[in-house]
């Protein structure tokens, strides 16, 4: 291939994907599969390494990141990133409203609301309207230099529509992870037995550190978008730098609204006080501006913040009560999580009981002690968390934390690896939270399903000494079983049926059923359509492992240390000897019923009892056909949990019905029955 094809193919092909991108998440509108788009953008990355010079600093093939960056550069602010004030009452608010009268004297003036997004803070300065460096906040004065992270973030134009305002501009805004991307990548954690996240923001302050920006693209982070700097931007209030931002195609969250006085603000305060829990990100509160530019210059500055703006900020809801104790979890894979035992108190509208205190690092933070007063808030966590401890109500017997060596549950010594938060038990085989927990993950439905075994007679099998490893399940008698308490003739015989169907199950579901960390069930599909047999995926070195469409760095290390080791390798012999679906079998299609003939699905999100090409393969099964794009000719869009928004939000707007998982589920026992 010529140098000038390579050039006419590559703008073919930024074209169409810029096109793409924009209808995707300016008009929430997709015009191709998620197949055909990764397609354009494989071949754009492969032209752009066999031609480097001619990879631009716009071009799309940024958005998937693949950059490693050890230490970030520091950068100077042109503009110091200032902080805001803050206001907790109408009260405070009117006397800011005061103060802005007295200064602008005889001015009419107006305002502008916006929510605070509890995001984080992001400098971005665009250069001829292609973005050129994307700086944290930092100290305020300097921050670190984070571009090619930054661009992983697809919402974010690398290059602005129309002519550019000014040669050099600056827009700044909040970065975030939306919460449905957040409960998602904890979902996935906790089903890998690691301890979850504790907040949004932290998680995204994580992420945009990272060193591989490869990784920060499958975080997934979105970024809104409130201010325009620069000099001659044309920009003579903040409603108009709003509206320059949305022409220029940035993200701006649809929430703002200018307020003619002080009572329309506290309105605005009131109208988003419960309404902002249904946005995609969390917020604590609305910022207030002075809309007119001319008149924040004569407002100007304090040392650390703005005359002309403040926050008020809405009320954690929170309350008092008393560690009691602190106990500590261990999870399948052994990490600890510490639990903070409370005195049970109302809190926005549940009884508190537990909180997480996430780990050894958290309790130091606090400086805990048993017997502490401590204010407990649910704001943007799921699990209430303990925010502080009244030292002006500690008992003098109050007990310092000291915090566990060994493990609660099978007294092992904990480790703890370097850079990580959480302690281990190191004890895999011996300890029972994390000997049931595997065997729990392995007979759950979207693995050997297994329904006839549940959590209790799991523990009775464990503490009578018969099963300690799920190839232990498998040589179960009538007799041991029976013994059991409440185990009858019928009961024993069905548990032993449950086991035995479930050699059945095919090589994707028992290659979940491994708990291999990281292997979800997505994950196990795509390996188990890879290699096809076990013994091809055990063998498989690194790169071919992330040779895999999907399989990155990490899963691929974690497949070869799980195969790393004798025990686990016993295992997997055990469970083929016993005769499970250990390859994929070129499965020819039985065809089980008509029930969906002629409808048309799209399947999107994680499902709770299916992998999603488990579902499509099920539709297809009965008669239906799947399809990849939303459209008005679509019957159906099964939706999974964490679907993105666009999605929903097109579907309806086609008015496409929405199905869940259990209306799917009960659609096709309808027909059945
Ligand atoms: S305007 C002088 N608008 O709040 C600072 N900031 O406490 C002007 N923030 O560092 C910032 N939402 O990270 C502004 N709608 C919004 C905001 C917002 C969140 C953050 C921002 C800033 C911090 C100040």
């Not at 924009?22 to 397609?39: A, G, K, M, P, W």
């Not at 996430?358 to 309790?363: G, K, P, R, T, V």
């Not at 805990?368 to 007063?373: E, K, P």
Request: glycine letters at 6%; proline letters at 3%; one cysteine or more.
């Amino acid at each position: 291939m010529t140098l000038t094809d390579a050039q006419n193919e590559i703008a073919v092909l930024t074209q169409k994907i810029n096109y793409y991108n924009t209808e995707y998440y300016q008009n929430s509108n997709s015009i191709v599969s998620d197949y055909d788009f990764d397609r354009l953008l494989e071949r754009l990355i492969e032209l752009e390494s066999n031609f480097p010079e001619l990879r631009l600093p716009d071009s799309p093939s940024m958005r998937v990141g693949g950059t490693i960056t050890k230490d970030f550069e520091t950068v100077y602010h042109k503009y110091p990133m200032l902080s805001l004030g803050n206001t907790y009452s109408a009260d405070e608010l009117m006397e800011f409203d005061k103060r802005i009268a007295k200064a602008l004297e005889e001015q009419s003036y107006s305002y502008f609301c916006e929510l605070k997004f509890d995001g984080v803070a992001i400098s971005l300065t665009y250069k001829d309207g292609v973005l050129d460096m994307g700086v944290t906040r930092g100290d305020g004065v300097r921050g670190d230099n984070i571009t090619d992270n930054i661009k992983t973030i697809r919402s974010l134009p690398l290059r602005v529509k129309g002519k550019p305002l000014s040669a050099n501009f600056e827009v700044r805004g909040e970065v975030f992870m939306p919460k449905e991307v957040f409960e998602q990548l904890n979902a996935t954690k906790v089903q890998q037995g690691e301890v979850p996240y504790a907040n949004a923001r932290n998680t995204t302050s994580g992420s945009l550190k990272m060193q591989d920006s490869s990784i920060v693209a499958q975080r997934k982070l979105d970024c809104y978008l409130y201010s325009l700097l620069g000099e001659n931007t044309g920009v003579t209030s903040h409603s108009t730098a709003i509206a320059q931002l949305e022409s220029m195609g940035f993200n701006v969250s649809q929430t703002y609204s200018k307020c003619k006085d002080i009572n329309e603000v506290l309105d605005y305060i009131q109208k988003w006080e419960t309404k902002r829990h249904e946005l995609p990100l969390e917020t604590d509160g609305i910022v207030i501006k002075v809309d007119s530019v001319e008149q924040q210059q004569q407002l100007g500055f304090t040392a650390k913040s703005p005359r002309w703006a403040i926050s008020y900020k809405y009320k954690a809801e929170d309350a008092l009560t008393v560690l009691k104790n602190i106990t500590y979890q261990v999870g399948r894979t052994g990490a600890v999580t510490p639990v903070a035992e409370l005195e049970p108190v109302l809190l926005a509208g549940t009884t508190v009981k537990r909180a997480s205190l996430h780990n050894a690092n958290e309790i130091a933070r606090l400086d805990l002690r048993i017997g502490d007063t401590v204010s407990v808030e649910k704001g943007g966590e799921i699990i209430p968390k303990i925010t502080g401890v009244q030292l002006e109500e500690r008992p003098d017997d109050a007990v310092t934390v000291q915090y566990i060596s060994h493990c609660p549950e099978c007294n092992t010594e904990l480790v703890r690896e370097e850079g990580e938060a959480a302690h281990y038990c190191p004890n895999s085989d011996g300890c029972p939270p994390q000997i049931k927990g595997r065997i729990q993950h392995f007979i759950q439905r979207k693995a050997m399903d297994i329904d006839s075994l549940g959590e209790r007679t799991i523990h009775q099998l464990f503490e009578s000494g018969l099963v300690k490893s799920p190839a232990d399940l498998y040589q179960l008698t009538f007799e041991d079983v029976y013994q059991l308490e409440g185990f009858k003739e019928l009961s024993s015989n069905n548990l032993l049926k449950g086991i035995s169907a479930s050699k059945q199950v095919p090589f994707e579901n028992v290659l979940f059923a491994l708990g291999i960390r990281f292997v979800g069930k997505t994950v196990a599909e795509k390996l188990a359509a890879h290699f096809r047999t076990i013994d091809g995926l055990s063998s498989a070195n690194y790169e071919e492992l992330i040779a895999v469409p999907e399989i990155g760095e990490r899963i691929a290390q974690s497949v070869i240390d799980f195969f790393g080791s004798d025990q686990h390798r016993r295992e997997v012999d055990r469970l083929k000897e016993v005769g499970l679906q250990m390859e994929t079998l070129v499965k020819e299609m039985v065809i089980e019923s008509h029930a969906l003939e002629g409808k048309s699905f799209v399947v999107s999100g994680v499902f709770s009892n299916y992998g999603r090409d488990e579902l499509k393969e099920h539709i297809k099964k009965h008669g239906g056909k799947v399809v990849s794009s939303i459209s008005g000719k679509l019957d159906y869009l099964l939706a999974g949990d964490k679907m993105g928004p666009s999605k929903r939000e097109k579907a309806e707007k086609l008015k496409v019905t929405i199905l869940s998982e259990q209306e799917f589920e009960n659609m096709l026992k309808e027909d059945n029955a």
